[in-house]
Structures are given as C-alpha cells and as structure tokens.
C-alpha cells in the first residue's frame, strides 16, 4: 500500500513527485484533470509529511528514489511516465537513470546549480532561515497553517501570484512544510550529493518544462546547465505567468502541458512497438 497518496484514474500509469518540503496534495487538482485519461499517482516522498520514513543513513535523492521505487513495487508499476517538480524533479531523473521512466517531465528541477556555487548556498541558506517558521507552525497547528502572516514568506518564494493560490492550497502547504521529518537533516545530505549529473545519459523521451518566472531556482543559475547538458531530443517548455510551483495557482496549464508531453511519449512509443525494426 502507497503511503499518504492520491490515485485516480486508468491507462498508462502516471507518477507525480512534490517538491522539498511539500506534499501529494500540491498535486491534487492536475490528478483531477488527467486522471480522465491515465492512471495517475500523486505519491508523497519518503521523509515527507504523511510518506514513508527516511531512514538518517538513507537521506539524500538516492535514498529518496530507493523509497519511492519500493512503493512502485508495491503496485506493480516496473515503469511509468514521471513527473517531478523542483526536488520531486531532480528524484525523477534518478529514477529515468535506474530505467524506471517510460518517459519524464521535470518541471524547474532542483540540481542544475554548479557544485559549491553560490545558488546552492544560497537555496540551503534560504531553508535553514525559514526553519523558525515551520517549527512555530507546527506548534500552533491550524492556527498557524490558515494565517496569511505565515503562508505568505512560503508561498511568496514559489508562486507568482499569490491571490492565485487558494486558501485551502496555502494552509496544506504550511502544514506539509511543517511537518517535514528531514527539513533539517537533509540539507547536509543535499550538499554532500551535489548537483545533477550524467544529464547527456538521458534517454526517455523527456520535456524539460520550466516556468516563466521562476525566481526560486533562476534559468541563468540552475536550468540553463541543464539545456545545455541534457540530449538534443528533450524538448523545452515553457510555461507562461507562473513561478517554481505552478501548479499551486495554474494547475490548467500544468495539466495542459503534461498531457502534450504524454500523448506525444504514449504516440511514439506505440509507433515504435509497432514499426518493422521495433
């Protein structure tokens, strides 16, 4: 049984990572709206809230992907489209590395910083800081998660407009990020692995979808590494009029984008089953 997840849906199987700090509920209403055509699973990571502990010897992405593979063995999915946002984003082309994708779509990754830059301090800097805040909310519970004094400082670093993101989405978030087992542990987890390599080893059909304004994780310090290092066939995408989480205030278009990306992996791999030398 998956832990802490939300399944909907029939066709090919479709698996949704969150990003740090963050939960399956992120995902909700884009499982709502492809689930009319796939068999989708919104999964919350291991050392996450509601998901499968992480043991402290296991912290790190690989950890992470051992975790989440164990959960897809329980279901019996040897493969599926993934989708990853942020750090669910940099676990995914772990799991593409290990042959568990049948295709994959990041969207605005973690990892495409350079090692020991200045981005990469600077983002576990960031979370160290917020630290404070997720440790008071979580003391005042729902007093807390429902108050825009606290949401604000979060959602301000991933999303471009605030007003976009409902209420109920922003007190989930509070109390997903509240309730992170690892938020602390792993940050030294994170800086031991470094940042994503081996991207030119890449080999499902994969779209590299990045927002228009991201300001969290910057196409000039972390996603222009990637365009330049990832294989000719990964396609760029761009969606318009959001920030590092987009599907907190547009999940529309992340759904939009998404089933392009998986009629166009679904339509090729089919006509590779099907062609003389497949």
Same mark, same amino acid.
């Given at each position: 049984?998956?832990?802490?997840?939300?399944?909907?849906?029939?066709?090919?199987?479709?698996? /949704?990572?969150?990003?740090?700090?963050?939960?399956h509920?992120?995902w909700h209403?884009?499982?709502?709206?492809?689930?009319?055509?796939?068999?989708?699973?919104?999964?919350?990571? +291991?050392?996450? *809230?509601?998901? +499968?502990? /992480?043991?402290?010897?296991?912290?790190?992405?690989?950890?992470?992907?051992?975790? @989440?593979?164990?959960? %897809?063995?329980? @279901?019996? *999915?040897?493969?599926?489209? @993934?989708?990853g !946002?942020?750090? #669910?984003?940099?676990?995914?082309?772990?799991?593409?590395?290990?042959?568990?994708?049948?295709? &994959?779509?990041?969207?605005?990754?973690?990892? #495409? *910083?350079?090692?020991?830059?200045?981005?990469?301090?600077?983002?576990?800097? #960031?979370?160290?800081?917020?630290?404070?805040l997720?440790v008071?909310?979580?003391?005042?519970?729902?007093?807390?998660?429902?108050?825009?004094?606290?949401?604000?400082?979060?959602?301000? !670093?991933?999303?471009?407009?605030?007003?976009?993101?409902? +209420?109920?989405?922003?007190?989930?978030? @509070?109390?997903?990020?509240?309730?992170?087992?690892?938020?602390?542990?792993?940050?030294?987890?994170?800086?031991?692995?470094?940042?994503?390599?081996?991207?030119? !080893?890449?080999?499902?059909?994969t779209?590299?979808? %990045?927002?228009?304004?991201?300001?969290?994780?910057?196409?000039?310090?972390?996603?222009q590494?990637?365009i330049?290092?990832?294989?000719?066939?990964?396609?760029?995408?761009?969606?318009p009029?959001?920030?590092?989480?987009?599907?907190?205030?547009?999940?529309?278009?992340?759904?939009?984008? &998404?089933?392009?990306? &998986?009629?166009?992996?679904?339509?090729?791999?089919?006509?590779?089953?099907?062609? +003389?030398?497949?």
């Amino acid at each position: 049984m998956v832990t802490s997840s939300n399944r909907s849906g029939s066709g090919e199987p479709v698996l /949704l990572l969150h990003g740090f700090t963050l939960s399956h509920h992120v995902w909700h209403r884009v499982v709502d709206s492809l689930s009319s055509d796939f068999d989708v699973l919104a999964m919350t990571m +291991p050392g996450h *809230w509601g998901g +499968p502990r /992480l043991r402290l010897r296991d912290l790190g992405v690989r950890g992470i992907a051992d975790g @989440i593979e164990r959960e %897809l063995d329980a @279901i019996g *999915w040897d493969t599926c489209h @993934i989708s990853g !946002n942020s750090l #669910g984003g940099q676990v995914g082309f772990e799991l593409e590395r290990r042959g568990r994708a049948r295709s &994959l779509a990041p969207i605005n990754p973690s990892g #495409g *910083w350079k090692r020991f830059s200045y981005t990469e301090f600077r983002l576990g800097i #960031g979370f160290t800081l917020q630290y404070p805040l997720a440790v008071t909310s979580r003391l005042l519970g729902d007093r807390a998660a429902n108050r825009e004094f606290f949401q604000r400082p979060v959602i301000r !670093n991933c999303s471009r407009d605030m007003s976009r993101v409902s +209420p109920e989405d922003a007190a989930d978030v @509070i109390r997903a990020v509240s309730h992170c087992p690892v938020y602390m542990p792993i940050q030294l987890a994170f800086l031991r692995d470094g940042p994503l390599t081996g991207l030119e !080893n890449v080999t499902a059909p994969t779209s590299l979808i %990045l927002s228009e304004f991201d300001t969290f994780a910057t196409r000039d310090t972390c996603m222009q590494r990637l365009i330049d290092e990832l294989p000719d066939h990964v396609e760029e995408v761009t969606l318009p009029g959001v920030g590092h989480i987009p599907m907190l205030e547009n999940p529309e278009i992340v759904a939009d984008a &998404l089933r392009a990306h &998986l009629n166009k992996a679904t339509m090729d791999e089919t006509r590779s089953a099907t062609s +003389p030398t497949g």
